[in-house]
């Protein structure tokens, strides 16, 4: 006797039709036709379960504060940390975590139930870091949310940079952030990386930057982050945020970066909506799109996941939490059509994303966390494709959010009346 049989799913795997039985908040087993009962049984259909999805790189305390004080008219990257840096001191703990407690609403909805969220330790009173830590214990059983110290103005730039972050670490933010591209000068943005590398090594800590968020091809300060990361033995436990000067660089510097890379064992953590947006801005045309070499990362063997970066913030007016949407853009932008391709990026959203986080028992497999999501398609490329409905999100073994179908009703002599957009309209493949 199980809690929940989810009956004839489709895995990303490619395997069909599969049974998946849980028990005790775990999968107790996954197979064709389980012969067994449970306290409730779900007819999947065909569609696809999944792992829930996972965003690695997100602002949390700037979401939905689109409009405060007022809308970012350049569209730019500076423009929009000059507009975070007008509302900061209008900020409150409260409206911090009402903002953000209701993007995890949407998250829930939306299959999303693990976040890394930046937070920023620019101003000394720390108000951010603590709405999110209030915030992370209040969505605790259903987002595993984890907080990044974020030096927003700068490590060194900022009047009390060095000092906030290691206080935000003292009151229990647990990964290393960085800026080293906006720190005054490309030897101070170096100095950041070695200091932040440093200070993680000996607490212990991850390290998560944002680095070389620019166009400049001469921005390097990832080789910095990959040589630091060896140095320091954290391999495995660096994540470097966007790196889309890598875009710009010289093809043979990038032949010699990505095997460091590769070598430091680094996370890569690219941001297509923001990359596509704020990138290359610069430019007259032929405009660059600003986003990092993402096929030639993963062929290297490197451990490739996608954030969705910010939602309804100073930075980004669109966004709606819908990790999907974020796989969207990166199979444009990284031309990354093919259906293998399709589910290089689904995994990027899911599996790749939990390993960035170092999330345990994530997963469809016996004794994972039955943590999942139905989604209305039958496999990753379809569910890209139709940025699709997420029908069911299971977290222990529980539904906590439900979508209905999105089903056009059709009203022409002679043709269907119900339209299902994941029912008859992709080949057979
Ligand atoms: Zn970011």
């Given at each position: ?36 009962t ?38 730019t ?43 920023d ?12 830590l ?41 990964i290393?952030?960085?800026i ?9 943005g ?84 923001i ?142 009346s ?12």
């Amino acid at each position: 006797m199980f809690d929940l049989i989810l009956r004839r799913a489709n895995l990303p795997d490619g395997r069909k039709a599969q049974d998946i039985a849980i028990r005790d908040g775990k999968i107790a087993e996954i197979a064709p036709n389980i012969d067994a009962t449970a306290q409730e049984e779900i007819d999947a259909t065909g569609r696809l379960a999944s792992p829930p999805f996972v965003d690695p790189h997100f602002h949390m305390d700037a979401t939905l504060s689109l409009g405060l004080p007022r809308m970012n008219r350049s569209g730019t990257l500076l423009e929009g940390i000059a507009l975070w840096g007008e509302l900061r001191p209008t900020l409150t703990i409260d409206a911090l975590v009402s903002r953000a407690l209701r993007y995890c609403d949407l998250a829930v909805t939306q299959g999303l139930l693990a976040i890394r969220t930046h937070v920023d330790t620019s101003d000394p009173k720390l108000t951010t870091v603590q709405a999110m830590l209030e915030v992370q214990q209040k969505v605790k059983p259903y987002i595993d949310l984890q907080l990044v110290a974020f030096p927003q103005d700068g490590y060194f730039r900022a009047p009390e940079g060095v000092q906030s972050l290691t206080r935000a670490l003292d009151m229990g933010v647990n990964i290393v952030g960085g800026i080293p591209h906006f720190e005054r000068t490309m030897a101070e943005g170096q100095a950041s990386v070695e200091a932040l590398c440093r200070l993680a090594a000996e607490r212990g800590l991850p390290v998560d930057m944002h680095c070389d968020e620019t166009d400049d091809p001469q921005s390097r300060h990832v080789e910095t982050l990959a040589q630091q990361t060896i140095r320091h033995g954290l391999q495995g436990r660096v994540a470097g945020s966007h790196l889309t000067s890598m875009h710009s660089m010289d093809n043979y510097y990038v032949s010699k970066l990505i095997p460091l890379i590769a070598e430091s064992q680094m996370n890569v953590i690219p941001n297509p909506l923001i990359n596509i947006m704020l990138q290359g801005r610069h430019d007259s045309y032929p405009k660059r799109r600003g986003m990092t070499r993402v096929p030639e990362l993963m062929a290297a063997g490197i451990n490739v996941s996608f954030g969705h970066d910010c939602v309804m913030d100073p930075w980004y007016a669109m966004g709606s939490g819908d990790m999907l949407e974020v796989g969207h853009m990166a199979i444009h932008s990284a031309q990354m059509g093919s259906l293998e391709d399709k589910t290089k990026i689904f995994n990027a959203l899911t599996i790749n994303s939990a390993k960035t986080m170092g999330l345990e028992n994530y997963g469809l497999a016996p004794g994972c966390n039955a943590d999942l999501i139905l989604l209305q398609a039958r496999d990753p490329a379809e569910a890209l494709r139709l940025k699709a409905t997420k029908l069911l999100v299971i977290k222990s073994g529980k539904i906590i959010a439900r979508t209905a179908p999105r089903i056009g009703s059709l009203f022409l002599d002679g043709r269907p009346s119900d339209i299902d957009p994941a029912i008859g309209f992709a080949p057979d493949y």
